[in-house]
């Protein structure tokens, strides 16, 4: 089986149409918790517009310094163990931090790929809770 190309622009036009507080639901229709936060990437379709993207997406970059995006995703993943690479992919593609609800449950990230889609229903995931990023 062979994929087709996946427009990223796509993926990410998603995120806008959801809101904070939303329900989330994974593939099985499970709740997995609610969007505490959002952050549209780096490479979103605004930035890109006006130059102000990353260079290519291909490969991913290091954040710059002294910067509020890094101030932001180092405040949501100060003390985790998360590689680099996986840090900079959400920071370039966008996610949505979901708060399980639960007292003692990470809290997770989904990226915009992982999202079917956003109704008034809820969110909906392409996978299983299991398969999410959790710091």
Known sequence: ?????????QNRSVLRRITTGM???????????TVEDLYFGADADD???YGTGAATTGMPRTTATNGLVEDVI?????DDNMPETLRNRLLNEGFIQIEPGTLFGADMF?????????????????VDAKALVRA
């Open 110 to 126: 989904a990226t915009p790929d992982q999202i079917v889609g956003a109704s008034s229903d809820g969110v909906r995931l392409n």
């Open 47 to 49: 930035p890109q517009a």
């Open 74 to 78: 180092r405040g949501l993943f100060a």
């Open 1 to 9: 089986m062979t994929m087709g190309h996946v427009d990223p622009n």
């Open 23 to 33: 329900t989330v639901y994974d593939v099985n229709g499970d709740k997995v918790g």
